[in-house]
Structures are given as structure tokens and as C-alpha cells.
Nanobody, 126 residues
Framework: QVQLVESGGGSVQAGGSLRLSCAAS???????????MGWFRQAPGKEREGVAA???????TYVDSVTGRFTVSKDNAKNILYLQMNSLKPEDTGMYYC?????????????????WGQGTQVTVSS
């Protein structure tokens, strides 16, 4: 299983920026795509939702609410996934999780991922 460790969360005011990182290690013995990774978030009392995903060739996809504000990228040499978040809004508040080893590339559906990090908290105040 792939091990994932997130960092970079914090508290910011609306309009601010944060960059999340996710360090990946280990291997997968499944037939899923270990290089297919994504960012998810979960607000209190809400379901976990997909924010952004990236495929091994660098293709990306985003949920509509963050398009134009968030950018997902990956340093393949260091095996680190990033999420640059700009123009943050209070509704972006939540625990952000990194996920890897997806059965479907560019998926924003949590159930398609086999490996998860512990999460990093993002709080945006108005």
C-alpha cells in the first residue's frame, strides 16, 4: 500500500493562499494506478468530496467550485503531490486528504482510491 503524509494546512483569511503537500512512499501490488492521485476535502457534517485529481501524464481535473483557483501538480522525482490554493473562501474550510492508487484515472470519487493520508486541516475565515 502507498503511504501518504499531508502537510501545509493552516488558518487563513478569505482571499489568502495555501499550498498543501503530500509525500508518497511505498508501492502498490494492486492493478490500480499508483500514480493516479487526488485531493479530497471533508467539512464537518458533510461527505468527503473530490477537489482535484492528476494522472501519470500530468492531466488534471477539478471540481467546478475550485476551477481557476486551485492547481494540482506533482513532482515525480520527489514523489510529492501539491495543491496550490488561491483566492480561498470560507466554504473551502475542511480537512484535506491526499489519495493515491486509483482504479480510475482522474477520478474525483473517493471510493476509487485505495490509499489515503491522515489529512491536514484548512480553515478560511471571512
Amino acid at each position: 500500500q502507498v503511504q501518504l503524509v499531508e502537510s501545509g494546512g493552516g488558518s487563513v483569511q478569505a482571499g489568502g493562499s495555501l499550498r498543501l503537500s503530500c509525500a508518497a512512499s511505498g508501492t502498490t501490488y494492486s492493478n490500480a494506478c499508483s500514480a493516479c492521485m487526488g485531493w479530497f476535502r471533508q467539512a464537518p457534517g458533510k461527505e468527503r468530496e473530490g477537489v482535484a485529481a492528476i494522472e501519470r501524464d500530468g492531466s488534471t481535473t477539478y471540481v467546478d467550485s475550485v476551477t481557476g483557483r486551485f492547481t494540482v501538480s506533482k513532482d515525480n522525482a520527489k514523489n510529492i503531490l501539491y495543491l496550490q490554493m488561491n483566492s480561498l473562501k470560507p466554504e473551502d474550510t475542511g480537512m484535506y486528504y491526499c489519495a493515491a492508487d486509483s482504479w480510475v484515472a482522474l477520478s474525483l470519487r473517493p471510493y476509487r482510491y485505495n490509499s489515503w493520508g491522515q489529512g491536514t486541516q484548512v480553515t478560511v475565515s471571512s
